[in-house]
């Protein structure tokens, strides 16, 4: 990748990481990198073409940790405990990457890159429903409610991130344990 588009991509995850992708302009951009309009252009083509590779870029990274993860070998409970220590970490070392996706978190249906941060989102949950689903047969009370707990566990992830990285909560090794251990009680009760 060359300097100009390194640059562009970290400048853009700094201001999708403190506006709305609508919060941001190409002249924002354009201004934040000292470039032109028409080099924001070549080397993305639309504005939308440089925010799907600004999210790509550092989404794609954390979305792929994920899937190794959540591959299922008959331990649920350390699956679960592997994906939020890996989640708290990487977030923890890459807090623009989290504000970024927390605002795509929140994308209007009318916006012009919602089917582009939809379909991230569908996956990261699709990946973790995944998992729910190949452990049903050791947790029967998670059948019917698959969809719901991988809703239920990511948000728990986030919301931890959340109060660790606003000092309302500190990181510690087992931070993952306890947030897992108080998701699975639902599970298990």
Known sequence: MNETKTILLQIGLKLFSQATYEGVGVMDIANAASVT?????????SKLGFYQAVFSHY???FFDM???KAVYERDLVHNLNEIARASLEFFMANEEAYRMLE?????SHHA???????AFWDDL????RALFESAVPQHGNLAGKTEM???LFI???RAEICLVLKDRSRYSPDLPYKLVHQFMYGIFS
């Open 37 to 45: 309009k028409p080099t924001l252009y070549h080397h993305f083509g």
């Open 59 to 61: 989404a794609v990274p």
């Open 66 to 68: 994920i899937v190794q």
């Open 103 to 107: 605002y795509a978190a929140n994308t």
């Open 112 to 118: 012009e890159h919602h089917a582009f941060v939809q």
């Open 125 to 128: 949950t699709g990946t973790i």
């Open 149 to 151: 707990s991988a809703w």
């Open 155 to 157: 948000f728990a992830i």
